[in-house]
């Protein structure tokens, strides 16, 4: 389950290094997993999705890994500048959840690149 | 190319004061629309979701309602506003799918705060 609490977790970079912020999800059972970056104020940007018949994608300087046997997702960021700067949050779904809105989304991570 | 706007931008409130949250899409037909809540520093949180016209299902008992009068237009409306309505509302659209749910694309949002 998810945490409750007010603060992120923070990843500070240096711009022109690489990130990689992880993401646990919660259902063996999820077959689809999408990563969104938001930055202050806006609203949720796609970024990329993997379906869980896939290990790696790879998109415009971000690569999303998906390791099912540990439940764990993470997105990589190439030299990354400080346009990256935001909350990256990832989202899973699970099939038959009853729902017709069975995306769920984790809390996210910060991500703070210094010049 | 789809685009999703939500209006107001920002809105505050008094407490017992009506509210109405408008969300438009473009460029496609037929979508599932969605109505979220994101509290500060914590996960989105699904309101609603739409499948048709008229189509509304609630996820969690609330001060809040929603309606769909046309294809592309939700609403998110309340008759007497609480304190604890204040956050950051996203409008979001997806593809409809028979089998699996396809990504959700976010509008800007809207910041209310009630006072």
């Known amino acids: 389950g998810e945490s409750v609490g007010l603060h992120l977790p923070t990843l500070s970079v240096q711009e022109g290094d690489n990130s990689i912020i992880n993401c646990a999800y919660s259902?063996?059972?999820?077959?689809?997993f999408i990563w969104y970056k938001q930055e202050s104020g806006k609203g949720p940007q796609f970024i990329i999705d993997?379906?869980?018949?896939?290990d790696k994608r790879q998109g415009q300087r971000v690569t999303v890994l998906l390791n099912k046997t540990v439940k764990h997702l993470s997105l990589q960021i190439a030299a990354t500048q400080p346009g990256d700067s935001a909350v990256y949050f990832c989202?899973?779904?699970?099939?038959?959840?009853?729902?017709?809105?069975?995306?769920?989304f984790g809390k996210g991570t910060k991500l703070s690149v210094k010049p | 190319s789809q685009t999703i706007h939500q209006w107001p931008a920002t809105l505050v409130q008094p407490v017992g004061s009506p509210l109405s949250l408008e969300c438009t899409v473009e460029?496609?037909?037929?979508?599932?629309l969605y109505w979220y809540r994101q509290a500060a520093g914590r996960g989105l949180q699904l309101l609603f979701y739409?499948?048709?016209?008229?189509?509304i299902s609630s996820e969690v008992p609330q001060n809040l309602s929603a309606s769909r009068p046309q294809d592309r237009q939700f609403i998110l409306s309340s008759k007497k506003l609480l304190l604890s309505d204040s956050g950051f509302y996203l409008c979001?659209?997806?593809?409809?799918?028979?089998?699996?749910?396809?990504?959700?694309?976010f509008g800007p949002g809207t910041r209310l705060t009630v006072l």
């Open positions: 979001a659209w997806s593809r409809i799918k028979r089998s699996s749910t396809d990504t959700q694309y």
């Open positions: 259902n063996s059972a999820s077959d689809y």
């Open positions: 993997i379906r869980s018949n896939m």
């Open positions: 989202a899973e779904n699970i099939p038959y959840g009853g729902s017709q809105g069975n995306l769920i």
């Open positions: 460029g496609t037909s037929n979508p599932n």
């Open positions: 739409s499948v048709g016209i008229g189509q």
